[in-house]
């Protein structure tokens, strides 16, 4: 019954804990995009690609306590943390266990920043596109981010990196 609201506990259990709102967003998109069984719908936002779902799945699972939502205040802005709690854990165990791989993926994704996720996400949403038409899309949707030529052969080799070591 719970099997979705599951994944993402277990998700960011594997990751020991998320920092970022848009950044758990863009990790859960990637693993998706990489063939783990994450059933959130996505669409483009301003940010990237958001699952309104997965918004309202991790409200409710902080409100079932299974996750902790720690809110920082940064001035300009507030940061939330995501980790499991020992609930959460009690949970987990009456579940499956996780799709192989998953671990390294996210350790991956989590090791990146938010605005390096927003980049590999935004060009995995366009991934029906030639290359090229990915970093045309890239540049309009996210002009103002000015992505280097660079960070932009470093996020497609970060993709293709991320394909051979889950296969």
């Given at each position: ?20 709102r848009k950044k758990l967003q863009k990790m859960v998109y990637i693993a998706k995009k990489m063939n783990f069984p994450f059933q959130e719908k996505y669409q483009f936002h301003m940010y990237g ?119």
């Open positions: 019954m719970l099997e979705e609201h599951a994944k993402i506990v277990q998700f960011i259990t594997l990751a020991g804990e998320v920092t970022g690609p958001y699952s309104e779902e997965l918004t309202l799945r991790v409200e409710e699972l902080c409100n079932m306590a299974f996750l902790s939502e720690k809110k920082e205040d940064k001035g300009s802005y507030v940061q939330y943390t995501y980790a499991c709690t020992e609930e959460g854990s009690q949970f987990l165990s009456t579940v499956d266990g996780n799709h192989p791989k998953l671990d390294l993926c996210i350790e991956r994704l989590n090791d990146k920043s938010s605005r390096f996720l927003e980049m590999v996400s935004t060009l995995l949403y366009f991934d029906h596109l030639e290359r090229t038409e990915q970093v045309e899309k890239l540049h309009v949707v996210k002009g103002k981010l000015n992505f280097t030529e660079t960070e932009i052969e470093a996020a497609f080799d970060f993709i293709k990196n991320l394909q051979m070591c889950i296969q």
